[in-house]
């Protein structure tokens, strides 16, 4: 069986709030429990309109004391905006809350615009460059302290929360194959390396304390509905979200349009197909055939779906949808 899970950033519609946000996304939480996704994630960004789950960790909490069974992590932390203590103490804390369901997935990118991670107190060149001693520094601060030790994560240390890395090209895919790390992959907004970072993990792959062989998580983005022609009409959140980064005009996520054509040009519907084409969009039947060939071609280890929906009641109904199909591909 292939494992299905959530990537959930939180999103804030037109015409709601945080708050609104927050309740949205403890009812999708709750609702992949009872229908047995593996876990769900949040993603921290800063200083986005349209994104709810900056202070991450604390999301995390909420979601996770809302539902029973269900994993739930970070996809990701950002590790560059934070230090390796800091971020073992709060997930150490959180899995002391919830043992043994908090994931820590981690990336690289500042999960922002260039000034906000400034304001983040990012040193922009060293903080990057230093990912891999801080992935191993955080690794540390998980395992029981030595006799000694003076710098310990309370709580954090001697806990087994799971570290995965995340990433959008070939860097991410190296470290985690060199560290012994499971995998996940952006497919879902950055397609162009997958088959590339996939080949790369999984043939350098080393054996850790963590993880014996690799491990492989694909992001892929899953618009169902009970027509292809409403699904696609869903799909167009999404891509006009796209074309308003584009323009460097973010904001809250905002409804369907009836016309996508008459939204974007000529120039800017190549950059978002391209962007999203690791996108299945459409009836339960045409998505499963999508998911089939997809699956085939790539075995992931684990697919995670993502989405963002403007209605969360049309985002439970494609769960439902997904949840159905994934039932029948396994």
């Known amino acids: 069986m292939i494992p299905f899970s959530i990537l959930d950033l939180a999103p804030i519609a037109q015409g709601g709030t945080a ?10 939480a709750q609702e ?54 800091i971020i073992a103490e709060q997930f150490g804390t959180l899995n002391a ?16 615009d260039q000034l906000t991670a400034r304001a983040l107190r990012r040193d922009m060149n060293a ?17 029981p302290a030595e006799p000694g030790q003076k710098i310990k994560a309370i709580p954090g240390e001697g806990q087994e929360v799971p570290i995965w890395l995340l990433g959008s090209s070939l860097y991410s895919a190296q470290l985690a194959a ?7 992959f952006a497919s879902h907004f950055a397609p162009d390396m997958m088959e590339q970072a996939l080949a790369l993990y999984r043939e350098r792959f080393t054996p850790s304390v963590q993880l014996k062989k690799p491990y492989a998580m694909l992001t892929v983005n899953i618009f169902a509905a ?7 009409r869903l799909f167009t959140t999404m891509q006009v979200a796209f074309i308003n980064m584009l323009r460097d005009q973010r904001g809250k996520v905002q409804p369907p349009i009836d016309n996508i054509d008459d939204f974007w040009s000529p120039q800017e519907k190549v950059w978002v197909t391209e962007k999203l084409s690791r996108s299945f969009v459409g009836s339960k039947e045409t998505v499963e055939q999508g998911l089939r060939n997809f699956l085939a071609e790539h075995k992931p280890d684990e697919l995670m779906i993502s989405g963002h929906f403007f209605d969360p009641k049309a985002r439970l109904r494609s769960l439902a949808i997904t949840a159905a199909i994934r039932d029948r591909l396994n």
Request: aromatic content about 8%; hydrophobic content about 45%.
């Open 226 to 232: 009970e027509t292809d022609a409403e699904s696609k």
């Open 19 to 28: 708050s609104d946000a927050f309740r949205n996304s403890v009812e999708l």
């Open 97 to 112: 809350m919830y043992p043994g369901r908090i994931d820590l997935g981690l990336g690289r990118a500042p999960g922002t």
């Open 127 to 143: 903080s990057a460059d230093q990912f891999p001693q801080d992935v191993q520094e955080l690794q540390f601060y998980f395992q």
């Open 32 to 85: 992949a429990e009872r229908l047995g996704f593996q876990r769900i994630w949040l993603a921290e960004h800063h200083g986005m309109a349209g994104i709810a789950s900056a202070a991450t960790a604390v999301v995390i909490g909420h979601v996770a004391g809302a539902t029973k069974t269900i994993r739930v992590g970070a996809g990701g932390v950002m590790l560059p905006n934070h230090a390796p203590l």
């Open 178 to 184: 060199m560290l012994g790390l499971p995998f996940a």
